[in-house]
């Protein structure tokens, strides 16, 4: 049966909002330290890697902060482990053993409604139990903010020590990626040799006591780059406690002493403030800005962050029947939220803030994957991708320029400042993988679709579009003997073809940018470059199996020829042979739009499932390799959701029903919640197993406004 549109304006959801704080699909939890493949913690601006006992050093990530060695690519920077609390029980020191042997009545929960991480458990060592609580947050509310909390309650009397190291993390082995036309040994085999966080030159540092506790904090470079970080922990406990301090070039650290009690808990909390400036003073800023942090206390900060998180979520993708499908929708979700942050004007690498995996790089990723589903739950996060394509269009001109074409050629792998970035051993890639000036500017077309922002088509859009246009132009050559335009000497978007001529998404999506670029001139009343309609109307796209080109860049085919490619594909996915994380979660939506809900059934689960690792539903790329917190994939997965069973697209209407609803089996009711569509807050709600209203007779059926 298909299913009913039916549009809801500020539809009652009260029920469900008051339940959503207890709604177990907002929460992932493990009973077992081990197996275990990290999550994170992020606000869009700063993140923090999970660990198992939620006390050991984390690799935290920041926004737009790079090193630049020489000889090497740009990397995203990771700063010094501002989470660390260890533990001395007298014998040994709880992180230091890898094995966490002695960890008993285990638990840790990733709260995805609140933003907080959360670990219990006993730990047990020759004869000594110490129940241990630890909780973890990187605040939605303030952007340069974390904070992390431990109280332990010892079953025996005598000494403590509880530990607080501020250092930076060791100088990793680099390798001349700017240079190395071919990689060897190690890192021939493990992409995670070179994938290495960048470092941060340390300048500054100092442990002090404070009439509150203590404070620490340090000042840092980043190399190659202009960068200043200034990190402040401030500290401070339940309890009396000897204070013992120490530090060097390198590393702070601070001990405290205690002569605890048989029962009696302690906590021991620490502000964390990270500044990012071009500018001096990030360090007199960060101290201040943790001693005021410390002061508002624990519960109003966490309040505050939890509170910001709330708002989020009154953006949401529901659906009913389903209870593990909800928790993977919201998981993904909130991977994806914890790398964006409004007015950031900086877009995501394909890891997002979890690692420095592919160096940080952003990649088409960003436009063609994580955009869309964020440009109607959450403009405002989603602006920054288009925005940081708009304020780095003077670099993409200069490169178009380097390599002989007019207009704007945006990188196949961008730094923070547009520059193109790909290391040498795929040099390729760099020069012709150009699929992504066009992925670029179908994103800032939806942009402008979805937001009807007519001064930012004007000021942002326009520039780019006309930019990546001219590209095109200079790009193609013209078949005089068949009367067409093509484009030679491509990397395809299945990347091991190189060298390849006419390459069906890259012509497919050269033709629509060119498009665009036209659509955009006559609503500005601007002049449209004579060449743009004839290459436009004379490009040449071969015909593809490709879900890309059907979805979504909308080309027309027959139900006949769709369902023939899902078939083809589909022994592929039962068998978890289908690759990276991407395009091929497109598959589902092409099944909904020839209205077979079965087959939506077969294709679901093995497109999906088989990528999660557990315990937190962590994405990795493709089914068998280790490059997890792909957020990538997430945002191709909850495109099914918004522009799929829906059967929405965005239009020059808004948001347009293009097909008939249609949604997956068991899934009794799938909700839009307060998506925004041209500065209007909308609930739309698709009902399955009803029966379909009379299109004539369906006063939403033409567009949402």
């Not at 803030?353 to 990649?363: E, K, P, V, W």
């Not at 879900?547 to 909308?554: A, E, G, R």
Request: neutral net charge; contains cysteine.
């Amino acid at each position: 049966m298909v299913a009913r549109w039916i549009f809801a304006l500020g539809l009652s959801l009260t029920c469900r909002d008051v339940a959503q704080a207890d709604d177990p699909s907002f929460v992932l939890q493990t009973d077992n330290p081990q197996p275990y493949t990290a999550a994170y913690l992020g606000n869009g601006a700063i993140s923090v890697v999970t660990a198992p006992l939620g006390t050991e050093p984390a690799r935290s990530f920041l926004a737009g902060a790079y090193d630049h060695s020489a000889g090497d690519v740009p990397r995203i920077a990771s700063a010094p482990a501002w989470n660390e609390v260890d533990i001395n029980n007298g014998f040994r020191w709880l992180n230091a053993d890898l094995t966490h042997s002695g960890i008993e009545h285990y638990r840790q929960a990733l709260d995805m409604y609140n933003g907080l991480l959360h670990t219990t458990y006993i730990w047990s060592d020759r004869g000594k139990n110490i129940q241990i609580d630890a909780e973890e947050f990187v605040s939605r509310d303030r952007a340069q903010l974390a904070a992390t909390r431990v109280t332990v309650t010892p079953e025996f009397a005598g000494e403590l020590t509880i530990r607080f190291p501020l250092r930076n993390w060791p100088p990793p082995r680099r390798y001349q990626l700017e240079k190395i036309q071919k990689l060897e040994g190690e890192a021939a085999k493990n992409q995670w040799a070179i994938w290495y966080p960048g470092r941060l030159d340390v300048t500054a540092l100092d442990v002090e006591r404070t009439s509150r506790g203590l404070l620490m904090s340090l000042g840092a470079t980043a190399p190659g780059y202009r960068n200043r970080l200034g990190e402040a922990i401030a500290i401070d406990w339940t309890g009396a406690a000897e204070v013992e301090l120490h530090k060097d070039t390198e590393s702070a650290e601070a001990q405290l002493h205690l002569n605890v009690k048989r029962g009696e808990s302690y906590t021991f909390t620490k502000f964390a403030f990270l500044v990012i400036s071009d500018a001096s003073g990030a360090t007199q800023a960060a101290k201040q800005s943790a001693i005021i942090a410390r002061q508002a206390g624990w519960h109003a900060l966490l309040g505050a962050s939890e509170a910001a998180w709330h708002a989020l979520w009154d953006s949401d993708l529901l659906v009913e029947g389903n209870p593990d499908l909800q928790r993977s929708i919201h998981s993904m979700l909130f991977y994806l939220l914890g790398s964006m942050r409004e007015r950031l004007d900086l877009s995501t690498p394909p890891m997002g803030l979890s690692s420095a995996g592919y160096y940080g790089h952003i990649f088409w990723d960003a436009d063609t994957f994580m955009f869309p589903p964020l440009v109607i739950l959450h403009p405002e996060l989603a602006r920054p991708m288009v925005a940081f394509r708009s304020r780095t269009r003077e670099a993409a001109r200069r490169n178009a320029q380097r390599n002989g074409y007019k207009g704007a050629m945006f990188p196949w792998e961008a730094g923070p400042d547009g520059a193109e970035t790909t290391p040498r051993f795929a040099f390729q890639n760099a020069s012709s993988e150009n699929h992504v000036n066009g992925d670029i500017a179908v994103a800032a077309w939806q942009y402008w679709l979805a937001t009807g922002d007519r001064n930012w088509l004007e000021q942002d859009a326009w520039p780019l579009l006309r930019d990546t246009a001219d590209f095109w132009t200079s790009r193609v050559k013209y078949n005089a003997e068949r009367h067409r335009y093509e484009i030679s000497n491509l990397v395809a978007v299945k990347e091991s073809d190189i060298g390849v001529s006419n390459d069906p998404y890259t012509n497919a999506v050269a033709k629509k940018n060119i498009e665009f670029a036209i659509e955009a001139a006559r609503e500005l009343n601007f002049e449209v470059h004579p060449k743009w309609r004839e290459v436009a109307a004379q490009m040449y796209v071969p015909e593809s199996d490709s879900p890309m080109l059907w979805y979504s860049l909308d080309l027309p085919y027959s139900p006949q020829r769709v369902r023939a490619a899902i078939q083809t594909m589909l022994p592929h996915a039962e068998q978890h042979d289908t690759g990276a994380m991407m395009g091929t979660e497109f598959y589902p939506i092409l099944a909904a739009q020839i209205g077979d809900r079965p087959l939506i059934g077969q294709l679901l689960n093995p497109l999906f499932t088989p990528y999660l690792r557990p315990p937190f539903q962590v994405i990795a790329e493709t089914p068998d390799n280790q490059n997890v917190n792909f957020i990538t994939g997430a945002g191709a997965f909850l495109q099914q959701f918004v522009f799929g069973y829906t059967g929405l697209r965005l239009s020059n209407k808004g948001l347009e029903r293009k097909f008939d609803p249609v949604l997956p089996p068991g899934v009794q009711k799938l909700i839009l919640k307060n998506v925004t569509i041209r500065n209007k807050r909308k609930t739309l709600v698709f009902a399955a197993n009803a029966r379909p209203e009379k299109k004539d007779n369906n006063p939403h059926r033409p567009g949402v406004n």
